[in-house]
């Protein structure tokens, strides 16, 4: 019999359970022979401890899908709004059944709720039950045992505060609260007053009392009261609207197909809507008024999108609208809430922000989880990647198709560089029961590792197979919840291969390969290829892996596929010319650290023969980061007018450190100088601005004065820095004075370096009000330049100026904002009073690698 039991037992009673008179736990060396004669079969005490542990920890640790007691089939809610007291007033009618054993409790999730009076319905009639609550959850006492044959309805009145108790949530989603209000006094000057929810994981039940589950899923009808001035946006359709007295209007949104209860969602403000349409699909993009023009171009991609989608799945929208509304305050990028994705307020450009949107990653993202983790769902947030993997790899599907394999590639590069960042601290497995917090799967390996090990998969199994794959998986598993076999099963069945070593390895596993490769050739004619995995096989997989080699002949490119599995392997190439270099995972497909001795030479090459963009990149920066000034010399000419533009981009970005190299490539000036006029890219010409000015700011003034006044605010800041550097001859104050009236952070920085410079006083009131003005990315880059000022020149207001600072530490939404108060009130540091309020807000910060981050510093200045 076995003596091993994982429960709460110490070793020492496992010992003492374990121990028999022939015990193979050898107690006494000196008393055993063999022990003497046979030194490996000691048992090593250390190691069996931390293995028990472990094992303890993984069985206390597992976080099982939730039980379904009931199936909930139908939620009603009857909403209104107490706007002062930013409460939820309430009264749900849930439909359900029991799932399957009989039942005669009901436990439903209200999280921070004043619960009244609870009904069970029985057409007209109604009858009082019994509950009890201990503000997480209600425990209802129905009056008789209920089966899986009968069908009940409760309803539940109660008011909600969703403000209570609200916590910090995870990297991606950071705040707990489920519904929002934003400014519900209209007190904030510029702020809009508005509601917006955000219930993924579980946390609309702080609004509505549900099953809070992924596994669960349910029709709606939300009846909600708001101002008759306002709109309101859920999910579904809207099927009625209803005036009522005191300037209200109720509003009836329907959707009858069923969905998770984290999807379920509304929106109420003072939005302008834009109007689009993908074949009989009504969509609606919301945005504060007077941004209507700027939505129309940051989602004018959407129906392409769709199209794009339905083609690859071969599965229609599988909803009767979607609507993408951009709020204030939101606590994530976004969320795909069914028919109704919420976006972060970045989203809203004005029409000239508009021009240079870089939002299709994100608005694409949402969308395909409208397949993917709306029409079929996680089961449980231990298999979130089928979420969120998903969603990950519609971008990389996006831009392959709008924008080329190229940037594509690059993006896909980037999702890897994320993850390993990650693994250098945390590796887990992509499917994992053993998480501490629902929200801590939130990173980028459910993410980032879960997209790149989906484009691995569509490697493998190539295009046909992998999206057959995915049409059986959406369409077998419609309007249900998943686990990971599910889609495995999916891909097996259409591609007729045995799949379980691939998911065992990337998916049920953590970790990632590391290999190290040599190149023999000794041979041209027959190139020898060597491959070492060096990762750490005790803790990690030994992975099968397709390895990619190709070379070129003349301009036309070759390449070889060959199976890897075992820990070390040679591969012949059998190449039929000569051969003088190979490259490895040319175009970066495959999830694993390389090592391999390239030399600078090799880069060069690879940088003038490859046909891959991101080949070609990876050549660049690599030179780059060697300093082979050599090389470059011979690069740089090429890389300025290369196909890719982000490759264009890097090279004009890494000459700004060197004003050198414009006298060193003969023509070179002439290049960037064309870039800045001509590139169809904007971002290229803006970095073309950006050298020419780090070169000689003064030599081009005239070419600056006359770009400022580009439509594209990339352009134009770039140029209206470049007037503002000029040494010899600094720009006329009129001239920026033009600028002063700009909203946008991309000008106002300029402005504000402008100011500094020249040491331009009375310019406090400029500098406090664009405080008010900017929120965001664009707020995060500016106050530094806001601290700077005031620290120079304090007598123009720089107590407002550090109470400013301060309200944003402590009240600001985006943590990376709250960082950047933080870094501009250290310019300040100098100040007792400053530091003693730092060292007292610090302690409220609710971010714990934030607040980690504000120690540091006020430690080493106390």
Request: charged share 25%; glycine share 6%.
């Amino acid at each position: 019999m076995t003596c091993l039991t994982f429960g709460s037992l110490s070793l020492a009673l496992f010992t003492v359970s374990c121990k028999s008179e022939k015990s193979a736990l050898v107690q006494n060396s000196e008393n055993s022979a063999v022990a003497e004669a046979s030194p490996e079969a000691r048992i090593d005490s250390a190691k069996l401890l931390r293995m028990i542990r472990e094992k303890n920890a993984e069985i206390a640790g597992y976080q099982p899908s939730a039980k379904r007691d009931f199936d909930l089939l139908h939620t009603e809610l009857d909403l209104a709004f107490d706007w002062s007291n930013q409460a939820v007033i309430g009264r749900a009618k849930l439909k359900l059944t029991p799932y399957f054993y009989p039942q005669k409790e009901l436990v439903l999730d209200a999280k921070d709720f004043e619960v009244g009076a609870i009904y069970l319905l029985n057409g007209e009639a109604q009858s009082k039950l019994n509950y009890r609550y201990d503000e997480k959850q209600l425990r209802i006492y129905l009056p008789e045992l209920f089966t899986s044959k009968d069908t009940i309805q409760v309803e539940i009145n109660y008011i909600a505060f969703p403000d209570r108790n609200s916590g910090s949530g995870s990297e991606a989603i950071t705040d707990t609260k489920g519904l929002y209000f934003i400014d519900p006094l209209d007190t904030i000057p510029g702020k809009p007053t508005m509601i917006w929810t955000q219930g993924e994981t579980e946390h609309n039940s702080k609004w509505f009392p549900t099953i809070d589950k992924p596994n669960e899923r349910f029709t709606q009808l939300f009846k909600l009261t708001v101002p008759d001035s306002m709109v309101s946006i859920s999910n579904g359709v809207l099927v009625k609207q209803e005036k009522l007295e005191n300037g209200l209007r109720k509003d009836y949104w329907e959707m009858k197909l069923p969905h998770a209860p984290y999807l379920a969602a509304i929106a109420v403000g003072n939005f302008g809507k834009v109007e689009a349409k993908w074949k009989n699909i009504p969509l609606g993009y919301y945005v504060e008024k007077g941004f209507e023009k700027g939505a129309a171009m940051v989602f004018e991609n959407t129906p392409e999108m769709i199209g794009l989608f339905e083609e690859k799945l071969g599965v229609d929208f599988p909803w009767p609208k979607y609507d993408q509304i951009v709020v204030r305050d939101f606590v994530s990028g976004a969320m795909e809430n069914t028919t109704a994705s919420i976006f972060m307020e970045e989203l809203r450009l004005d029409e000239r922000e508009a021009i240079d949107s870089e939002w299709d990653y994100i608005i694409a993202h949402e969308l395909f989880h409208q397949w993917f983790g709306d029409l079929v769902t996680t089961e449980s947030w231990a298999n979130l990647t089928l979420n969120e993997a998903f969603a990950n790899y519609g971008e990389y599907l996006w831009n392959e198709h709008k924008y080329g394999k190229d940037q594509a590639a690059l993006k896909l590069v980037t999702e890897m560089e994320g993850y390993f960042a990650e693994s250098e601290s945390k590796q887990v497995d992509l499917i994992r029961f053993d998480y501490a917090d629902s929200e801590d799967m939130f990173d980028s390996h459910s993410y980032n590792k879960g997209g790149v090990v989906l484009h691995m998969l569509r490697q493998h199994l190539g295009d046909e197979a992998f999206f057959k794959g995915l049409n059986l998986y959406l369409k077998q598993h419609a309007f249900q919840s998943v686990e990971i076999h599910d889609l495995r099963l999916a891909f097996e069945r259409v591609s007729g291969q045995d799949l379980n070593w691939f998911f065992n390895q990337w998916f049920l596993d953590k970790g990632h390969p590391e290999l190290f490769f040599e190149v023999d050739y000794s041979q041209p004619e027959n190139i020898l290829l060597t491959v070492y995995q060096v990762q750490d096989l005790e803790n990690l997989p030994l992975y099968q892996l397709p390895i990619e080699v190709s070379w070129y002949e003349g301009k036309s490119r070759k390449s070889k596929k060959f199976q890897m599995t075992s820990s070390f392997q040679q591969f012949a190439l059998e190449n039929e010319f000569p051969v003088t270099q190979v490259y490895i995972d040319e175009g970066k497909n495959l999830l694993a650290r390389r090592n391999q001795e390239i030399s600078t030479a090799q880069y060069a090459l690879q940088f003038k023969e490859s046909t891959l963009g991101v080949a070609r990149y990876e050549a660049l920066d690599s030179l780059v980061s060697r300093e082979a000034k050599d090389y470059l010399i011979e690069i740089l000419p090429i890389a300025v007018r290369d196909s890719f533009w982000s490759v264009r981009e890097n090279a004009l970005g890494f000459m700004q450190n060197d004003p050198e190299w414009r006298n060193q490539i003969q023509g070179l000036e002439d290049m960037v100088y064309e870039l800045a006029e001509k590139d169809p890219k904007n971002s290229v010409k803006a970095a073309a601005i950006d050298l020419l000015a780090a070169w000689d700011p003064d030599k081009y003034q005239m070419a600056f004065l006359r770009l400022a006044n580009e439509q594209s605010y990339l352009v134009a800041s770039s140029a209206l820095m470049g007037l503002v550097r000029a040494e010899e001859n600094p720009v006329d104050a009129a001239v920026i004075e033009r600028f002063v009236g700009e909203r946008n952070f991309r000008m106002i920085i300029p402005v504000a370096e402008y100011y500094i410079l020249q040491k331009v006083k009375s310019k406090g009131p400029w500098f406090l009000d664009r405080v008010d003005q900017l929120s965001g990315e664009g707020l995060y880059f500016y106050l530094g330049y806001f601290s700077e000022y005031f620290s120079r020149f304090p007598e123009e207001g720089k107590d407002q100026a550090v109470r400013k600072l301060f309200h944003l530490l402590e009240k600001d939404s985006k943590s990376f904002v709250r960082l950047g108060a933080f870094q501009a009130l250290m310019g300040f540091a100098d100040e007792e009073a400053v530091i003693k309020k730092l060292n007292q807000v610090v302690l409220t910060e609710k971010d714990e690698k934030l607040k980690n981050y504000y120690n540091y510093f006020l430690e080493a200045l106390n």
